[in-house]
């Protein structure tokens, strides 16, 4: 679906299934446009990734995700409504992976948790107009 359709029709795909309430906003130009593979398959791989630890571990009952380019940056954001975590937790190591992964792309990962407010991973990469 990401080589077809682009990284909006391919996260809709992904989250069309999910056994939780599931929103995904895209910006209208994302479906008009595509960009480089490695940077439609990186931040379409930190979605999923983002998508499946809230449904493995936060017992999430909704997730948002949303999709947006603008500012010379492609962006990808996951919120749940989960149980959340410390930050410092030990085993978070899937996170910093993410994180590696757009760095190599010149963007960033940010995550944001507390116990009992949800998570909410964002993601960046530069993206050129």
Avoid at 7 to 22: F, Q
Avoid at 121 to 127: C, D, E, L, N, Q
Wanted: hydrophobic fraction near 40%.
């Amino acid at each position: 679906m990401l080589s077809q359709g682009g990284l909006a029709e391919a996260v809709e795909e992904r989250c069309s299934r999910l056994p939780v309430a599931t929103t995904v906003t895209a910006d209208p130009a994302l479906r008009s446009r595509r960009f480089p593979d490695e940077i439609e398959g990186a931040l379409y791989f930190t979605v999923s990734e983002a998508v499946a630890n809230a449904l493995k571990h936060a017992e999430a009952s909704r997730i948002e995700v949303r999709l947006a380019w603008s500012g010379g940056r492609l962006r990808a954001t996951v919120s749940d409504d989960g149980r959340g975590f410390e930050r410092g937790d030990p085993g978070r190591g899937g996170l910093s992976a993410l994180a590696d992964r757009m760095a190599a792309l010149g963007g960033g990962l940010d995550v944001s948790s507390a116990p009992g407010e949800g998570t909410l991973v964002g993601a960046w990469v530069p993206v050129p107009g």
